[in-house]
């Protein structure tokens, strides 16, 4: 996890209320991406950003949001829109030099009662 | 868009024997091939890779080799020991789209 920080490690929120991720690096990367884990399965991309002030969505956006403000944070908001929230949210980053090569944060394991 | 299909999901194996996870592909503009090793709680971790103009890379016990007429790659990793039990990643990317695909990750168990 180097350099990337996702805090919290656990998180809980009510059924309902949107809920803000945090994701930050300091290793100087373009690139960053927000991805989903659930039990069993793979990584799902929600939403990339390969420059500040831009991002695109991934397989699964629906029911979440980002911003890209500056180049060392990606914050992603869970909204009340997205259906089953409960899963695994990991942060990932890539530097431009190094193109494919991308580096994880710890994650944070999300909890909706 | 790109496909990737992972198998096993799950294997087990003594320790000292070797274990294969194979991964294939549907897009033939991707050119990156990584392999993760997530453990438990954890963040994945990038163990080897493999770029689209060379068909193997080695690295200790840990090597992959690459098809791409085939469109599929492989993690071989030898003289397995109990901390290499973990779940395991395949990804591929078109290094100019920006985005990786990953397989559903197979789960090795290395019994002492």
């Known amino acids: 996890d180097g350099g990337i920080t996702q805090s919290p490690k656990y998180l809980f929120r009510k059924e309902g209320q949107n809920v803000t991720l945090s994701c930050e690096q300091n290793?100087?990367?373009?690139?960053m991406y927000w991805y989903r884990q659930d039990p069993g399965q793979g990584l799902r991309l929600i939403y990339y950003?390969?420059?500040?002030?831009?991002?695109q969505k991934g397989d699964i956006a629906e029911g979440y949001s980002v911003s890209r403000e500056k180049k060392e944070s990606f914050p992603l908001t869970v909204t009340s829109a997205q259906k089953n929230p409960t899963a695994f949210y990991l942060c990932?980053?890539?530097?431009?030099?190094?193109?494919?090569?991308?580096?994880f944060g710890p994650g944070t394991r999300l909890t909706v009662l | 868009g790109e496909n990737v299909e992972q198998h096993p999901s799950t294997l087990s194996v003594q320790e000292g024997d070797s274990a294969v996870i194979k991964c294939t592909y549907s897009?033939?503009?991707?050119?990156?091939f990584p392999w993760y090793k997530q453990e438990l709680g954890k963040g994945p971790q990038l163990i080897i890779d493999?770029?689209?103009?060379?068909g193997e890379k080695k690295d200790q016990r840990i090597a992959v080799t690459l098809n791409k007429t085939a469109k599929h790659f492989s993690l071989h990793i030898t003289e397995t020991q109990p901390e290499d039990s973990a779940v395991y990643f395949c990804?591929?990317?078109?290094?100019?789209?920006?985005?990786?695909?990953f397989g559903d990750g197979t789960t090795l168990t290395v019994k002492p």
């Open positions: 990932a980053t890539q530097p431009r030099a190094r193109r494919g090569e991308q580096f």
């Open positions: 990804a591929a990317k078109d290094t100019n789209a920006g985005k990786s695909t």
């Open positions: 493999i770029r689209s103009n060379v």
């Open positions: 290793l100087n990367h373009d690139a």
């Open positions: 950003s390969q420059i500040v002030n831009d991002f």
């Open positions: 897009d033939s503009a991707s050119n990156y």
